[in-house]
């Protein structure tokens, strides 16, 4: 099984500020890695396919880069409703998908 | 618009199955996979597994192989995943979502609650 390990657990940051998140695979998953952001009670919505590639209707603040077994997220300039908590998946295994632990974004 | 709408909550006793409902609506179904993601409280996420709507192919994560069943109706759009033998750690919030690697699209969440 492909690990994914997030870092850090938990960013204080303030509206405006840049935030930088942190993916790493136990092993090369090229560049079949997703962001997921959560909001409390609320299902995951896709942000980052693929490492790089924005979903549909993702604001172009959220930008993702990496490939092998270390990936970033990266909010340029954060805005209130992305306080949250942000996964990565991997697809490259596409028979055992993982996710990491989650790293939650909350305000400083 | 894409819509995956799941069944309610469901409260089951220790040893009982329990069936989760995911009816789309807003794309061909049989286009696209169903992955099923479940959150027991304040955890993380967690892959379950995924159906071909397409063909009916399954893969499960392996701590829940013998214990889980995804099935689809083409007829109805609608997947269904089973899970049986609950144990009080199954309880959590059950997803289902559009896709097998990125997931695109995703239900509510259907909230499983496994007590005595």
């Known amino acids: 099984e492909i690990v994914l390990t997030q870092s850090p657990a938990t960013l204080s940051l303030s509206p405006g500020e840049r935030a930088t998140l942190s993916c790493r695979a136990s092993q090369s998953v090229s560049s079949y890695l997703a962001w997921y952001q959560q909001k409390p009670g609320q299902a995951p919505r896709l942000l980052i396919y693929d490492a790089s590639n924005r979903a549909t209707g993702i604001p172009a603040r959220f930008s993702g880069s990496g490939s092998g077994t270390d990936f970033t997220l990266t909010i340029s300039s954060l805005e209130p409703e992305d306080f949250a908590v942000y996964y990565c998946q991997q697809r490259s295994n596409w028979r055992r998908l993982t996710f990491g632990g989650g790293t939650k974004v909350e305000i400083k | ?116």
């Open chain 2, 1 to 116: 618009q894409v819509q995956l709408v799941q069944s309610g909550a469901e409260v089951k006793k220790p040893g009982a199955s329990v069936k989760v409902s995911c009816k789309a609506s807003g794309y061909t179904f049989t286009s696209y996979g169903i992955s099923w993601v479940r959150q027991a409280p304040g955890q993380g996420l967690e892959w379950m597994g995924w159906i071909s709507a397409y063909n009916g192919n399954t893969n499960y994560a392996q701590k829940l192989q013998g214990r889980v069943t995804m099935t689809t109706d083409t007829s109805t759009s609608t997947a269904y995943m089973e899970l049986r033998s609950l144990r009080s750690d199954d309880t959590a919030v059950y997803y289902c979502a559009r896709g097998i690697g990125p997931l695109d699209y995703w239900g509510q969440g259907t909230l499983v609650t496994v007590s005595s």
